[in-house]
Antibody
Framework: QVHLAESGGGVVQPGRSLRLSCAASGFSFRNYAMNWVRQAPGKGLEWVTFISFDGSNKYYADSVTDRFSISRDNSKNTLYLQMDNVRPEDMAVYYC?????????????WGQGTLVTVSS | DIQMTQSPSSLSASVGDRVTISCRASQDIDRYLNWYQQKLGKAPTLLIY???TLRSGVPSRFSGSGSGTDFTLTISSLQPEDFATYYCQQSYRTLAFTFGGGTKVDIK
């Protein structure tokens, strides 16, 4: 079955960097676009970034453009999120999310999430 | 960006009640609207996509309707396991998916 397992969360100081990983299994990872979605404590869901199946297209929310970078290694079935110049407002649970194939895009599988805490 | 507005932000209901949650888009999104359920401390799960298509395995008491700018999620008879927060999401502009603010359904 589809399984997405995030790792790499933890405490990070403002202005520092952190890299999240997401190990995918149970499906052909190289055939699917992937996303990161985050949720600040007690708040709603916020889409963060998208990467196409082959990594050729990447899109970012305005709130993270120029600070976050999404990438993937299809040989390792792994998705990454490089977070640079982290801000207090980046504190959230970060979910790795598989996007359905086809025009009717939807997020059909989610990881359990990894918590990023921003604190000095 | 397309803004998604859900109402109400919270509601209290009893087991067996019919529950309706609304979601409005700031522009026409055709039927590119998805619904998710999130239980406390858990990741969201997909309920409905393309406005009205029930994901396989989701109980038939859940239904979605609407097109253009106005959409509705209906739970025909609320069950104990349905107490959760529900989010709509537009996928019309896939360069920038946006979610509604969420509707928390709790026990009256």
């Amino acid at each position: 079955q589809v399984h997405l397992a995030e790792s790499g969360g933890g405490v990070v100081q403002p202005g520092r960097s952190l890299r999240l990983s997401c190990a995918a299994s149970g499906f052909s990872f190289r055939n699917y676009a992937m996303n990161w979605v985050r949720q600040a404590p007690g708040k709603g869901l916020e889409w963060v970034t998208f990467i196409s199946f082959d990594g050729s297209n990447k899109y970012y929310a305005d709130s993270v453009t120029d600070r976050f970078s999404i990438s993937r290694d299809n040989s390792k079935n792994t998705l990454y999120l490089q977070m640079d110049n982290v801000r207090p407002e980046d504190m959230a649970v970060y979910y790795c999310v598989r996007e359905s194939s086809g025009r009717e895009a939807y997020f059909d599988f989610w990881g359990q999430g990894t918590l990023v805490t921003v604190s000095s | 960006d397309i803004q998604m507005t859900q109402s109400p932000s919270s509601l209290s209901a009893s087991v067996g009640d019919r529950v309706t949650i609304s979601c409005r888009a700031s522009q026409d999104i055709d039927r590119y609207l998805n619904w998710y359920q999130q239980k406390l401390g858990k990741a969201p799960t997909l309920l409905i996509y393309a406005a009205s298509t029930l994901r396989s395995g989701v109980p038939s008491r859940f239904s979605g309707s609407g097109s253009g700018t106005d959409f509705t999620l209906t739970i025909s008879s609320l069950q104990p396991e349905d107490f959760a927060t529900y989010y709509c999401q537009q996928s019309y502009r896939t360069l920038a998916f946006t979610f509604g603010g969420g509707t928390k359904v709790d026990i009256k």
